[in-house]
């Protein structure tokens, strides 16, 4: 048997295996292609555009942009970035603005379609090193620290190191840790306006960046896209509905209509009027969070980033700036000398991710009991005004 003296070593002669090919997956894989592995990352869906890929993320500097810089994706980054996205423009329900600034204060955070940022990561791959269409259903350990993994389609493969970067439902999770993703108790419903409907009210006061119209424990936002479309979402505090998945398209859409006048019964018509100028189905989105403090067991062969470790309602905008620093800190430590095995680099990347996770959780939530208050949006104001 080979004995190796670093963590490198070893996983150069190991099958490394990504689980999820969103934005940690992926930079995962990048980070290790330029380091001469090439991992097999398996996603479920089809193909890059086999499903709507969301909104637009906001890239902090010093986190999901300086990750990417680390990729050496930076120049592409800031072709693709749109910094006005920044703009934002908060409302109380009646229609009244109450802050419209050009640029949020801080540090600056450009935005970048979800859809662009993983096409980005795509393209910095092989191709062969995704397999789309790859359902991953289970993951069960073998001897010698290796792990199988189960795909939908009946097939498997061994892996000595399992990266599992597969979001909100990993099947890998269990094996780390009792935690589990929790309900928020918030859901989005949202839909798309096209550019047909330039100039309607929501478009307009959306720009090229956010629109936030709060109150009563509810909220519409509406945020621009890349192809100039918005994207706006109602933000309601209901049950969660377990006949449904998140993603999943109402289909009937006068019936989701009708029910969110009700919901939002007494808000400004030409705020409502934007239920009218949404093409297209509504989708059903529940935000879910795992909890801030979490216990993982002793594991070995296999460790957990991204949204699979840490999933929290998107309102502190840090879901994908935990994500792409998590793939660089496992690849840093995989490839520290410091580290003789894998499982000891692994055991170091874990402890430095679960610290910096807490206080973001945290944090996400409490953007949430801001954003959603039944104060409106006296709560945010003192906010800003505090932050200034
Ligand atoms: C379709 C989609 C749309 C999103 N839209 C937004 C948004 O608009 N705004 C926002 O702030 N955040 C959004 N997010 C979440 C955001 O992308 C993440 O918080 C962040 O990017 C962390 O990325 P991640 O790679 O850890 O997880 P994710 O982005 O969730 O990526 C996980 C990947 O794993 C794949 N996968 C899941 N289960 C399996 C399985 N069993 N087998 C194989 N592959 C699997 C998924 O298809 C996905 O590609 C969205 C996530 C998804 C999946």
């Not at 050496?72 to 749109?82: I, K, V």
């Not at 979490?294 to 840090?318: C, I, K, N, R, Y």
């Amino acid at each position: 048997m080979t004995e190796f003296t670093t963590a490198e070593q070893a996983l150069q002669a190991a099958d490394v295996v990504v689980l999820g090919g969103g934005p940690a997956g992926l930079a995962t894989a990048r980070l290790l292609h330029q380091r001469g592995i090439t991992p097999r990352v398996l996603e479920r869906d089809a193909g890059p555009l086999a499903r709507s890929q969301g909104g637009s993320l906001d890239l902090g500097e010093q986190g999901g942009q300086l990750a990417l810089r680390e990729m050496g994706l930076g120049a592409r980054f800031d072709e693709l970035a749109r910094p006005l996205g920044q703009r934002l423009c908060l409302m109380d329900p009646d229609g009244t603005v109450r802050i419209d600034v050009d640029e949020a204060a801080g540090e600056s955070r450009p935005e970048i379609d979800r859809v662009q940022l993983r096409q980005l990561l795509i393209d910095s791959l092989p191709p062969e090193t995704i397999t789309w269409g790859a359902e991953v259903v289970d993951v069960t350990p073998l001897a010698g620290d290796r792990h199988r993994v189960g795909l939908a389609d009946g097939t498997h493969l061994d892996a000595d190191l399992v990266i599992a970067a597969d979001g909100i439902r990993s099947p890998a999770r269990a094996l780390v840790t009792a935690a589990q993703p929790a309900y928020s108790g918030i859901t989005f419903i949202h839909g798309d306006l096209r550019d047909r409907r330039r100039g309607s009210f929501v478009e307009r006061h959306t720009g090229e960046g956010i629109l936030h119209a709060v109150g009563d424990n509810k909220a519409i936002l509406a945020q621009r896209a890349a192809d100039r479309s918005v994207r706006v979402y109602f933000a309601v505090r209901i049950a969660e509905d377990p006949t449904r998945v998140q993603g999943e398209r109402f289909g009937d859409s006068a019936a989701v209509r009708e029910q969110l006048r009700k919901t939002f019964a007494g808000w400004s018509a030409d705020l409502l009027d934007v239920l009218d100028e949404i093409d297209g189905d509504f989708a059903y989105w529940p935000l879910y969070g795992m909890p801030a403090h979490q216990l993982w067991l002793p594991h070995s062969g296999l460790t957990l980033l991204g949204d699979a470790a840490h999933v929290m309602p998107p309102f502190g905008g840090e879901g994908v700036n935990m994500a792409l620093p998590d793939a660089v800190e496992l690849v840093h430590a995989l490839f520290s000398p410091e580290h003789s095995t894998v499982d000891e680099a692994i055991a170091v990347f874990e402890r430095r991710m679960l610290d910096r996770m807490a206080d973001v959780v945290l944090a996400a939530d409490a953007a949430g009991e801001l954003l959603l208050s039944p104060a409106g949006t006296a709560p945010l104001l003192a906010h800003f005004a505090a932050a200034r």
